[in-house]
Nanobody, 129 residues
Framework: QVHLEESGGGPVHAGDSLRLSCVASTSSFSRFVIGWFRQAPGKAREFVATISWSGGSVSLADSVEGRFTISRDFFKKTTYLQMNSLIPDDTATYYC??????????????????????WGQGTQVTVSS
C-alpha cells in the first residue's frame, strides 16, 4: 500500500508559477513510476506528466510541454511538478499517482490512468486571467 499526498496548489494569475509536491509513504519509492494527472470541472481526468523509476526519463502532455517539468527526490520520497507560464486552461484538480507496473517506459506508456495503482486526494490549482 502506498499513500500519496499532494500539496502546493492554490489560486494564481496567468503567467505565474507553482510547484506541486507529492510525498509517497513507502519504503520502495524507487519501484514506482509516478504520474501527474489533472481534472477540470466537467471534464475527464487527463494525463499531465510522468517520470520513470530512476528519474532519468520523463514524458509530458503536449499541452504542458515546455511549461511544466517533473522531477523526483529519492531522499524525500517526493515527486515535483513545476508549472510555469500558467494559463487559465491549467485550472484543475491535480492528482499524483503511483504505478507498480514493469512496462517499459517509452512512447505513450504510463499516460493512462488505468496504469496507476495508487492515487492521492488531489490539490486544486486555479489560474485567473
Amino acid at each position: 500500500q502506498v499513500h500519496l499526498e499532494e500539496s502546493g496548489g492554490g489560486p494564481v494569475h496567468a503567467g505565474d508559477s507553482l510547484r506541486l509536491s507529492c510525498v509517497a509513504s513507502t519504503s520502495s519509492f524507487s519501484r514506482f513510476v509516478i504520474g501527474w494527472f489533472r481534472q477540470a470541472p466537467g471534464k475527464a481526468r487527463e494525463f499531465v506528466a510522468t517520470i520513470s523509476w530512476s528519474g532519468g526519463s520523463v514524458s509530458l502532455a503536449d499541452s504542458v510541454e515546455g511549461r511544466f517539468t517533473i522531477s523526483r527526490d529519492f531522499f524525500k520520497k517526493t515527486t515535483y511538478l513545476q508549472m510555469n507560464s500558467l494559463i487559465p486552461d491549467d485550472t484543475a484538480t491535480y492528482y499524483c499517482a503511483a504505478s507498480q507496473s514493469s512496462t517499459t517506459f517509452h512512447g505513450g506508456a504510463y499516460h493512462s490512468e488505468h496504469e496507476y495503482d495508487y492515487w492521492g486526494q488531489g490539490t486544486q490549482v486555479t489560474v485567473s486571467s
